[in-house]
T-cell receptor, first 111, second 111 residues
Framework: AAGVIQSPRHLIKEKRETATLKCYPI?????VYWYQQGPGQDPQFLIS???????DKGSIPDRFSAQQFSDYHSELNMSSLELGDSALYFC??????????FGDGTRLSIL | KQEVTQIPAALSVPEGENLVLNCSFT??????LQWFRQDPGKGLTSLLL?????REQTSGRLNASLDKSSGRSTLYIAASQPGDSATYLC??????????FGGGTRLMVKP
């Protein structure tokens, strides 16, 4: 069965650079969620989209933005990267309020 | 604000033992509760989902219970195996379906 696809799997950036993470949800899933998991931390909700509209916002920094496109894939844009942004970024998708299915994550390392 | 706590933070048991992982949450107005497994540096694998109207769910050697009124859930693992070694995360969803995670229980099953 198709799963949530995230790209890239690994990304190395330097401070003050920008990064774009991509998420391709399971077909027919209409909701996408982004989570950030810092080293040794539990995942923290960042933002979600339902039918291409932002539905909820969590602890997402102002330097980050995200959107969901007409094909339902989503991108998380991160600017002015800081050392503390080094984390595993997960995308999950669901059909409405059904259980979320998680991708394998993008590991972002800031040098 | 929803807070999720997992006890113990770490657990080491010999192979074959039955064990219980605990999860508590502060806001009982949840839609559902999920238990996830996470291997080091890897993604989240959903193990069991309990809807707010349910009391328990079973899958193979795993059994999860939910006492919504007291804000508690337990994950019971029968006849533990070395392959069960991983971090187990409890997460609850409130309005909007975004998940709030506990800090996890790091399980080591020794052969």
């Amino acid at each position: 069965a198709a799963g949530v696809i995230q790209s890239p799997r690994h990304l190395i950036k330097e401070k003050r650079e920008t990064a774009t993470l991509k998420c391709y949800p399971i077909p027919r899933h209409d909701t996408v969620y982004w989570y950030q998991q810092g080293p040794g931390q539990d995942p923290q909700f960042l933002i979600s989209f339902y039918e291409k509209m932002q539905s909820d916002k969590g602890s997402i920094p102002d330097r980050f933005s995200a959107q969901q496109f007409s094909d339902y894939h989503s991108e998380l844009n991160m600017s002015s990267l800081e050392l503390g942004d080094s984390a595993l970024y997960f995308c999950a998708s669901s059909f409405g309020n059904q259980p979320q299915h998680f991708g394998d994550g993008t590991r972002l390392s800031i040098l | 604000k929803q807070e999720v706590t997992q006890i113990p933070a770490a657990l080491s048991v010999p192979e074959g033992e039955n064990l219980v992982l605990n999860c508590s949450f502060t806001d009982s107005a949840i839609y559902n509760l999920q238990w996830f497994r996470q291997d080091p540096g890897k993604g989240l694998t959903s193990l069991l989902l309990i809807q707010s109207s349910q009391r328990e769910q079973t899958s193979g050697r795993l059994n999860a219970s939910l006492d919504k009124s007291s804000g508690r859930s337990t994950l019971y693992i029968a006849a533990s195996q070395p392959g069960d070694s991983a971090t187990y995360l409890c997460a609850v969803s409130n309005a909007g379906n975004m998940l709030t995670f506990g800090g996890g229980t790091r399980l080591m099953v020794k052969p």
